[in-house]
């Protein structure tokens, strides 16, 4: 890439342009995803299996849906134009998902769905990388703005179930099936911003598909699974399922677990701090799983700086660690104070590991199946993962720690979070022990060569 060539990939215009694609793309993810499963459990009253289920459904789309956005945008179409027409259809699936209430529609849809989203995940990661200079400089700032969304996205929706679906006198399971109601709002808001979206990505830098159209090539996927199996893609790839699976757990029961916290410690004016932190960030648990995002936004900021010195195999085992913390603190420390700041250790488990790990799938493949291999790690991540996460964390450990109605129902946090706990150790000695400290990207081992 000539120097001029680079000047332009990181003007101001484009930066500004990878940055609201990223606001918006993660926006429109973070305003259901985490108040999803006390929709379908506690409004649409779906079992815990029927829920589980539910929330494999669009990892199942998300295991088909890379294999051809992927192939598409290395070999035929522009990536922008697909992220535009994978927006729009995904904006009337979402608007569905807030209106049909039978289990076997919704099961669809998210399926359907999941097909069409998931691969805008890493098709918005390789756009931004086809248009920036440098990946530790550049990519960081640019995919903070994801974050930022998903923080606004989740703060208004905690602000309308507080103004608009929060009885003033009740107790503490009426005001929660209150809220449960009224979280319908957050699909709305999602289906809003996906046409938006849609229409936005036609503005967007244009990038050209890289690969080559002749039939005789293999397919982009075929080549991304070759390079796939060398190290450290390989160690990478098999620790992303259970790191994933853990990333369940949170994303499952976290908006719940809070939501008790919060109305049970903010009810009737009984702690003045909760009372703040609910006016501040709203209720029903998305709003103050936000701090996480915010503190995913200082870890990002940082990361340009630690990304060389400390190198990649250290970020990720800082991830590992502050996924095993997080899970430590909400099963030995179930209280408001210590809770939050397990809420925010969030920011280092994203940063530090699947952020990173974004980067490392990047610069170890070749540029014409870039795009599939990102493609591939997010089936992992958000596919694979989240369909063996999902019915692990649901059916069975969640089965598992449920308390009997005898025995005043509701659920064990200290059984359920220790799972993921011991899970989040296992995977640090795996990756301390097998990931290589000193792989070469293969721009540099090209340079020595």
């Given amino acids: 890439m000539s120097t001029a060539a680079a000047t332009a990939r990181t003007s101001g215009d484009v930066k500004f342009k990878l940055s609201l694609m990223m606001f918006l793309q993660y926006a429109i993810w973070g305003a259901w995803l985490p108040i999803l499963y006390p929709f379908l459990l506690g409004y649409r009253g ?44 995904g904006a009337i699936l979402v608007f569905l998902l807030a209106i049909v209430d039978g289990f076997v529609p919704f099961l669809v849809i998210s399926a359907v769905y999941g097909f069409v989203y998931a691969p805008t995940i890493a098709l918005t990661n390789s756009i931004s990388f086809a248009h920036i200079a440098d990946r530790d400089r550049d990519f960081g700032p640019i995919r903070l703005w994801g974050t930022i969304g998903w ?7 905690g602000q309308y179930l507080l103004r608009f679906s929060t009885p003033a006198e009740g107790s503490a399971d009426e005001i929660t099936a209150a809220q ?10 999602s289906s809003v911003l996906g046409l938006f979206m849609a229409v936005f990505c036609l503005f967007l830098p244009h990038t050209p598909p890289t690969g080559t159209k002749d039939p005789g090539k293999k397919l982009a996927w075929v080549e991304a699974l070759g390079e796939i199996r060398m190290q450290p893609l390989l160690i ?23 939501t008790g916290i919060q109305n049970a410690a903010g009810s009737a004016g009984a702690d003045n701090f909760a009372n703040f932190v609910n006016q501040i ?20 900021a940082l990361i340009p700086f630690f990304a ?25 420390a179930p209280s408001l104070v210590p809770v939050l700041f397990g809420v925010a250790l969030h920011g280092l488990c994203f940063g530090c590991f699947i952020f990173v790990a974004f980067m490392v799938v990047d610069e170890h493949t070749t540029p ?22 999902s019915y692990f964390a649901t059916a069975v450990v969640g089965a598992w720690a449920t308390i009997p109605e005898a025995d005043g129902g509701g659920m064990d946090y200290t059984k359920l979070f220790s ?23 293969i721009e540099a081992s090209a340079a020595a060569a």
Avoid at 62 to 73: E, M, R, T
Avoid at 180 to 189: E, H, I, K, S
Avoid at 236 to 258: G, R
Wanted: hydrophobic share 60%; with cysteine; charged share 10%.
């Fill in 46 to 89: 779906f079992t815990l299996g029927q829920t589980g289920l539910c929330l494999s459904a669009g990892a199942v789309g998300a295991i088909f849906g890379p294999f051809l956005a992927g192939q598409l945008a290395d070999r035929l179409f522009s990536t922008e134009k697909l992220l535009a027409a994978s927006h729009l259809i």
């Fill in 151 to 157: 923080i606004a996205a989740g703060i208004l929706v």
């Fill in 180 to 189: 449960n109601a009224g979280r319908a709002v957050a699909f709305y808001m």
């Fill in 236 to 258: 990478l790839f098999l620790i992303a399922v259970p790191v994933s699976m853990i990333h369940q757990f949170y994303f499952v029961f976290t908006s719940d677990f809070v």
């Fill in 281 to 300: 960030l709203g209720v029903g648990g998305g709003g103050l799983m936000t701090i996480g995002q915010m503190s995913e936004i200082a870890v990002l």
């Fill in 308 to 332: 060389k010195s400390l190198g990649r195999k250290w970020l990720l085992l800082i991830g590992l660690a502050a996924y095993a913390g997080r899970m430590a603190i909400f099963a030995y």
């Fill in 368 to 389: 014409d199946i870039r795009a599939t291999a990102q493609n591939l790690f997010n089936l992992v991540i958000v596919g694979i993962g989240i369909i063996v996460g």
């Fill in 419 to 441: 799972v993921p706990m011991w899970m989040a150790v296992a995977c640090f000695a795996v990756m301390l022990a097998l990931y290589p400290a000193k792989a070469k990207p």
